[in-house]
């Protein structure tokens, strides 16, 4: 039986990267749409995100893609949400003057400091850019095959401070510990993008591929 | 843990085909963007810069192409240069699957272009590209230079890079247009002086001939990610003798 993966598009950012990513890791039928019935009728869910997320949330409601996503995780659909997605799951973002997000996890998603430096003092670049480590403080069938302290690609200056949630499966460290992952129930997110983080990223979406939603 | 230096390979394409010429050990030069970029990304390469040198506007529909081909086969980041002008060339080059998009002249003659496309699409994928060279008047400053080095700016380059982060850049990528070719390493001073002048990430360019010119670019240069295009392109080292070395060195690097 063909597996449906539907890949959200509500016209922010490059969602080309995530469906070639996803078909690599061994995605068959990849469907990047908005249509509510075609979202509903796919086995699992990626919900992508680049850029702003007061835009980014705001033409994600405008699509109406906010009820079908919560209708979908009330099913049970797996559901996969990629750095901005996963800061729109949030309660909240302080980004953009504030702005309230979807409310899928409870936590507030905060800028890194100005003036930012690790505890030797050394200066801190944001964006945080680049490959870090993610330890894998919760067991989560998606880390399956994925060694503790992988490198994983991040590039956001938003984050979620890790003491925000206890529903954190993944951290990261810049200098204050951040949230490279959540999980709730059937819902799985990631701060750094899997579809560009090479083999481990592309082992993650092959998990996603076969997690039936249950951890 | 912490977040790696990374090493990018930079291929100069010019109408659909790498230029510089490219000469992995073993294999014979195929000047494919798609192959190349396709074969970095399975050796480990960090990141790719792809950088249209492309005269004429009428081939850009090639280079789109060139960038949806390279973005459906490679799973690290990439960034576009070249050419970019305007807030539809970006929106097209991030559409056809670039992660970040380098502004190098466009910036200098409509600084806005910045500004307006990182509120736009984000600063994380802005990304701007300076050409500099030190001022031979013993004063220590550098200028901006556009047209590959040949057109001074009269602009002085640590002030242009803080007024670029303040416009909402996310990244600098430095070339010396003095060490650009000359393999005796990057020019460390300058980079070193906007590394500390700005909050955002720089990567060096130009002047790469030896392992450890990376390692200075990081520790001297105080870079983040370093450019380098014919050391790995001639098979001079792999990507892979470049992360070891990086690695003996201290270097913070994903292996």
């Known amino acids: ?215 | 843990m912490s977040l790696a230096k990374r090493i990018i390979p930079c291929l100069d394409v010019d109408q659909g085909r790498v230029v510089k010429g490219v000469n992995f050990v073993g294999i014979r030069d195929a000047g494919d963007p798609i192959e190349i970029a396709r074969r970095y990304n399975d050796a480990g390469a960090d990141e790719i810069t792809f950088l249209d040198i492309t005269a004429s506007h009428e081939q850009r529909d090639t280079t789109y192409r060139t960038v949806e081909q390279i973005a459906s086969q490679v799973f690290i980041p990439l960034t576009v240069g070249g050419g970019v002008r305007a807030v539809t060339d970006i929106r097209r080059l991030l559409n056809a699957g670039a992660d970040k998009v380098s502004i190098n002249t466009a910036a200098i003659f409509n600084p806005d272009l910045v500004r307006e496309s990182a509120e736009r699409f984000g600063s994380q994928c802005i990304v701007v590209a300076m050409d500099v060279k030190a001022l031979d008047d013993g004063s220590g400053r550098y200028e901006l230079f556009t047209h590959g080095g040949r057109k001074p700016t009269g602009i002085e380059a640590i002030e242009w890079a803080q007024k670029m982060a303040d416009f909402g850049a996310g990244e600098i990528l430095l070339t010396s247009m003095d060490r650009d070719g000359t393999k005796d390493g990057y020019d460390l001073p300058i980079t070193r002086a906007i590394s500390d002048a700005v909050d955002i990430p720089v990567i060096a360019s130009g002047g790469v001939g030896t392992l450890d010119h990376l390692v200075a670019g990081f520790t001297d240069g105080g870079a983040d990610a370093v450019l380098a295009a014919s050391i790995f392109h001639f098979g001079t080292y792999t990507v892979a003798e470049a992360k070891a070395h990086l690695a003996q060195s201290g270097i913070a690097i994903r292996v």
């Open chain 1, 1 to 215: 039986m063909t597996q449906t993966v539907a890949v959200i598009d509500y016209g922010m950012g490059n969602l080309h990267s995530v469906e070639s990513a996803l078909r690599e890791a061994g995605a068959s039928d990849v469907a990047v749409t908005a249509d509510a019935e075609a979202i509903l009728a796919a086995d699992r869910i990626v919900f992508p995100g680049v850029g702003a997320i007061r835009d980014c949330l705001a033409e994600f409601r405008r699509l109406g893609c906010d009820k079908t996503l919560r209708l979908a995780v009330e099913r049970g659909t797996p559901v996969l949400g990629i750095c901005v997605g996963m800061q729109s799951l949030m309660a909240r973002s302080e980004e953009n003057g504030g702005v309230d997000c979807l409310g899928f996890f409870d936590g507030t998603v905060m800028r890194f400091p100005w003036n930012h430096s690790d505890t030797d003092g050394r200066k801190l670049k944001v964006p945080h850019m680049g490959w870090n480590q993610v330890s894998q403080n919760q067991n989560h069938p998606l880390w399956d095959g994925i060694a503790d302290n992988a490198y994983f690609y991040f590039i956001h200056s938003f984050f979620l401070p890790a003491a925000e949630s206890d529903c954190v499966t993944g951290l990261f460290d810049y200098g204050i510990k951040g949230s490279a992952a959540i999980a709730k129930g059937n819902v799985f997110a990631t701060q750094f993008h899997p579809e560009k983080s090479h083999d481990n990223g592309l082992k993650l979406l092959a998990n996603f591929l076969t997690w039936d939603g249950i951890c």
